[in-house]
């Protein structure tokens, strides 16, 4: 927010691949927001939005309305900026809340390594069909339910389509050819919708109703999101009728030349159209008379874009064409032709096809008009056949992928449904990006007795797939999805936070360990004992004994003081200590075996500790070269043989 030139505050913030653009803070006053607002959305207060509370949010919106003012196309009219829904607060409650580091980690949209869409979360399980069902499906996964009974409703619903195969291939096949309802209609209301927007439009509110039949088929109860679906507002199906008995069904992309508007629609046009005919019946006969006349049987009367019409003669004939001929063009094969008659019928026929266009153009923008008038109304079927595309979508990938309908545990007062238990669960990602082999499923039992599991195993082994795995599972249960496992007995969450991997924050100057603490600090700092926490190797950016520390008081904190769920995935074997001391911490390992110089890894959880991590031999599979890996293995003799035999523990 600046003030253009004058503006002294520093741009260094923005990277240098984003463009700025200053915009007037006079349009984000508090004053100029709220009267922005009302006019926009006709009110006289707003205090039937609920938002009057919330001064920073009506000047940011009051702003968002400046912009759109500020760049509406240059054709539109004075006031003419798409129709927005009245602002709505969201409510922290309502909504598992993920931070960025937990995005990025889990992978929700993009990869964390090269920051594509293919082998992201999104990409593994969206099987929606249209544009608005992919966008709702992306919204859930970025804002999880924390209302046990608006899961529920979604799970029961996705789970009756899982049942029916055969009523989710009928529903899926409506769904199929359906354009973005919900941004045509906003490019119908602010006037800048084609003609085949509005076919689109029409060809989707016409199959509200057959949509409605096949959910009412179903007989259950219908998820309260899905209203506009199961109770079809008749003014849409009054004006996809007036948008078929209007337009036709092809129209061209270009607006001004006419050919949208059907026949009998238009005394005026249908006038002008019967005039049309009549000069090309003209045109008809003058063609045969001059064919007479000129004893050129081949000849054509044709028409060109940019001469008009003209008569087309070989050039062998040109010589003998009558008199009253006029020679138009010359190409290398024929000769083009008009005569006084034709020329003067040109005219009148361009002045009819012009006032034709317009009067089509006058018409259609009419019908613009009227569809624009039911926006609001067609958005909320648009976000109603969204929820239902994702639903739909989601129970295709449940069926295909072999996914169990989780339990999902009503949080009570006591946290005693604060728990997961998962048999056989699966890495969704994962086990659809593998070819030649199957992925190897784990149980987990967290929340109850064990609040923390210490994970150790080597690296390359899966512990961090697993930990992103429980995160991608936890997310699907509280969307209303079912999940990748055998069986699922899942509680709510209010918060999912991860840290795993190693990341520079070069722009801002932070190095790896800087990062690694900082979001350690935020876990610590906004955890809560509903929280689930993944952890991947913290401490490990400074020295050994540091970061063992580090890692040994932030384990203690997590057990002993915020008592949320956490797994955390370590190199430090000390840590197994801690399930001696504690009763709620459980130590598990990932499996490896080891058959001479091989190192096969298993990629089975099970309980117990790892008394080695197999760093050397990971190395190995990893390239390096073998005269490091043997310097490496002496002086790794060397450190254990120079070792104490007895540790000190690390808490006294």
Same mark, same amino acid.
């Given at each position: 927010?600046?003030?253009?030139?004058?503006?002294?505050?520093?741009?260094?913030?923005?990277?240098?691949?984003?463009?700025?653009?200053?915009?007037?803070?006079?349009?984000?006053?508090?004053?100029?927001?709220?009267?922005?607002?009302?006019?926009?959305?006709?009110?006289?207060?707003? !205090?039937?939005?609920? #938002?009057?509370?919330? +001064?920073? *949010?009506? /000047? @940011?919106?009051?702003?968002? %309305?400046?912009?759109?003012? =500020?760049?509406?196309?240059?054709?539109?009219?004075?006031?003419?900026?798409?129709?927005?829904?009245?602002?709505?607060?969201?409510?922290?409650?309502?909504?598992?809340?993920?931070?960025?580091?937990?995005?990025?980690?889990?992978?929700?949209?993009?990869?964390?390594?090269?920051?594509?869409?293919?082998?992201?979360?999104?990409?593994?399980?969206?099987?929606?069909?249209?544009?608005?069902?992919?966008?709702?499906?992306?919204?859930?996964?970025?804002?999880?339910?924390?209302?046990?009974?608006?899961?529920?409703?979604?799970?029961?619903?996705?789970?009756?389509?899982?049942?029916?195969?055969?009523?989710?291939?009928?529903?899926?096949?409506?769904?199929?050819?359906?354009? !973005?309802?919900?941004? #045509?209609?906003?490019? +119908?209301? *602010?006037? /800048? @919708?084609?003609?085949?927007? %509005?076919?689109?439009?029409? =060809?989707?509110?016409?199959?509200?109703?057959?949509?409605?039949?096949?959910?009412?088929?179903?007989?259950?109860?219908?998820?309260?999101?899905?209203?506009?679906?199961?109770?079809?507002?008749?003014?849409?199906?009054?004006?996809?009728?007036?948008?078929?008995?209007?337009?036709?069904?092809?129209?061209?992309?270009?607006?001004?030349?006419?050919?949208?508007?059907?026949?009998?629609?238009?005394?005026?046009?249908?006038?002008?159209?019967?005039?049309?005919?009549?000069?090309?019946?003209?045109?008809?006969?003058?063609?045969?008379?001059?064919?007479?006349?000129?004893?050129?049987?081949?000849?054509?009367?044709?028409?060109?874009?940019?001469?008009?019409?003209?008569?087309?003669?070989?050039?062998?004939?040109?010589?003998?064409?009558?008199?009253?001929?006029?020679?138009?063009?010359? %190409?290398?094969?024929?000769?083009?032709?008009?005569?006084?008659?034709?020329?003067?019928?040109?005219?009148?026929?361009?002045?009819?096809?012009?006032?034709?266009?317009?009067?089509?153009?006058?018409?259609?923008?009419?019908?613009?008009?009227?569809?624009?008038?039911?926006?609001?109304?067609?958005?909320?079927?648009?976000?109603?056949?969204?929820?239902?595309?994702?639903?739909?979508?989601?129970?295709?990938?449940?069926?295909?992928?072999?996914?169990?309908?989780?339990?999902?545990?009503?949080?009570?007062?006591?946290?005693?449904?604060?728990?997961?238990?998962?048999?056989?669960?699966?890495?969704?990602?994962?086990?659809?990006?593998?070819?030649?082999?199957?992925?190897?499923?784990?149980?987990?039992?967290?929340?109850?007795?064990?609040?923390?599991?210490?994970?150790?195993?080597?690296?390359?082994?899966?512990?961090?797939?697993?930990?992103?795995?429980?995160?991608?599972?936890?997310?699907?249960?509280?969307?209303?999805?079912?999940?990748?496992?055998?069986?699922?007995?899942?509680?709510?969450?209010?918060?999912?936070?991860?840290?795993?991997?190693?990341?520079?924050?070069?722009?801002?100057?932070?190095?790896?360990?800087?990062?690694?603490?900082?979001?350690?600090?935020?876990?610590?700092?906004?955890?809560?004992?509903?929280?689930?926490?993944?952890?991947?190797?913290?401490?490990?950016?400074?020295?050994?004994?540091?970061?063992?520390?580090?890692?040994?008081?932030?384990?203690?904190?997590?057990?002993?003081?915020?008592?949320?769920?956490?797994?955390?995935?370590?190199?430090?074997?000390?840590?197994?200590?801690?399930?001696?001391?504690?009763?709620?911490?459980?130590?598990?390992?990932?499996?490896?075996?080891?058959?001479?110089?091989?190192?096969?890894?298993?990629?089975?959880?099970?309980?117990?500790?790892?008394?080695?991590?197999?760093?050397?031999?990971?190395?190995?599979?990893?390239?390096?070269?073998?005269?490091?890996?043997?310097?490496?293995?002496?002086?790794?003799?060397?450190?254990?043989?120079?070792?104490?035999?007895?540790?000190?523990?690390?808490?006294?």
């Amino acid at each position: 927010m600046g003030g253009g030139a004058e503006c002294c505050i520093s741009k260094d913030w923005c990277p240098e691949t984003s463009q700025l653009t200053d915009i007037s803070s006079v349009h984000f006053n508090p004053l100029e927001a709220e009267n922005a607002l009302k006019k926009n959305f006709q009110l006289i207060t707003l !205090d039937g939005l609920g #938002i009057q509370d919330f +001064a920073l *949010a009506t /000047q @940011a919106a009051g702003g968002l %309305l400046a912009y759109l003012h =500020d760049t509406k196309p240059l054709d539109s009219e004075i006031n003419s900026i798409p129709k927005l829904d009245v602002p709505s607060i969201n409510y922290k409650e309502d909504f598992l809340i993920l931070d960025s580091q937990t995005r990025r980690n889990l992978e929700l949209t993009t990869t964390q390594r090269d920051n594509q869409f293919h082998g992201s979360f999104l990409w593994a399980i969206d099987r929606t069909l249209t544009a608005m069902g992919g966008r709702c499906l992306r919204q859930w996964l970025e804002a999880p339910l924390m209302h046990a009974k608006l899961i529920c409703e979604r799970q029961e619903f996705i789970s009756t389509l899982v049942e029916k195969r055969s009523a989710r291939k009928v529903i899926r096949k409506l769904l199929r050819p359906m354009g !973005d309802l919900e941004r #045509i209609a906003g490019r +119908a209301g *602010a006037g /800048q @919708a084609g003609a085949r927007d %509005l076919i689109a439009i029409a =060809d989707g509110l016409e199959r509200l109703p057959k949509l409605a039949q096949n959910i009412k088929g179903l007989s259950i109860r219908i998820p309260s999101f899905l209203k506009e679906i199961n109770e079809v507002n008749p003014s849409l199906i009054r004006v996809s009728s007036i948008i078929r008995d209007q337009l036709i069904n092809n129209p061209p992309l270009n607006l001004s030349e006419g050919g949208l508007i059907h026949d009998g629609v238009d005394p005026i046009l249908d006038g002008l159209r019967n005039q049309l005919d009549d000069q090309e019946s003209w045109l008809s006969n003058q063609e045969e008379k001059e064919k007479v006349s000129s004893k050129n049987y081949n000849l054509k009367l044709q028409y060109h874009r940019t001469f008009g019409y003209f008569f087309s003669v070989s050039k062998a004939k040109a010589a003998n064409v009558p008199d009253h001929w006029i020679r138009r063009q010359t %190409l290398a094969n024929e000769e083009r032709f008009i005569t006084p008659d034709l020329k003067a019928r040109e005219g009148q026929i361009f002045q009819l096809k012009a006032r034709t266009a317009q009067r089509e153009y006058e018409l259609f923008c009419k019908l613009r008009d009227l569809v624009g008038l039911e926006t609001n109304s067609i958005r909320k079927a648009a976000r109603a056949v969204a929820g239902l595309d994702a639903m739909a979508g989601l129970a295709d990938l449940a069926s295909s992928e072999g996914y169990c309908k989780p339990k999902i545990l009503i949080p009570d007062n006591n946290n005693s449904n604060r728990f997961m238990d998962i048999k056989g669960c699966r890495h969704p990602v994962v086990e659809q990006i593998l070819v030649e082999e199957r992925f190897t499923p784990n149980n987990i039992k967290l929340g109850k007795e064990t609040e923390l599991i210490i994970l150790t195993g080597p690296n390359a082994s899966g512990k961090s797939c697993f930990l992103r795995q429980i995160g991608l599972i936890q997310l699907l249960a509280q969307i209303g999805s079912w999940v990748p496992a055998e069986k699922a007995e899942i509680g709510l969450v209010d918060r999912i936070f991860t840290r795993v991997g190693a990341v520079d924050d070069l722009a801002a100057g932070q190095s790896t360990f800087i990062v690694e603490m900082a979001d350690t600090a935020n876990i610590l700092n906004n955890a809560t004992k509903r929280s689930l926490v993944l952890l991947d190797e913290i401490g490990r950016g400074t020295s050994t004994f540091d970061g063992l520390s580090i890692a040994w008081a932030v384990s203690e904190h997590l057990a002993n003081k915020l008592h949320s769920r956490t797994i955390f995935a370590t190199h430090y074997h000390e840590l197994n200590d801690l399930s001696k001391r504690l009763k709620n911490v459980k130590n598990f390992q990932v499996l490896v075996q080891k058959t001479g110089k091989e190192l096969i890894f298993l990629h089975q959880i099970k309980s117990g500790g790892a008394s080695q991590s197999y760093g050397i031999e990971a190395a190995r599979l990893a390239g390096v070269p073998n005269q490091v890996l043997t310097r490496a293995r002496t002086i790794l003799n060397k450190l254990e043989t120079e070792a104490p035999t007895s540790k000190k523990d690390p808490s006294s």
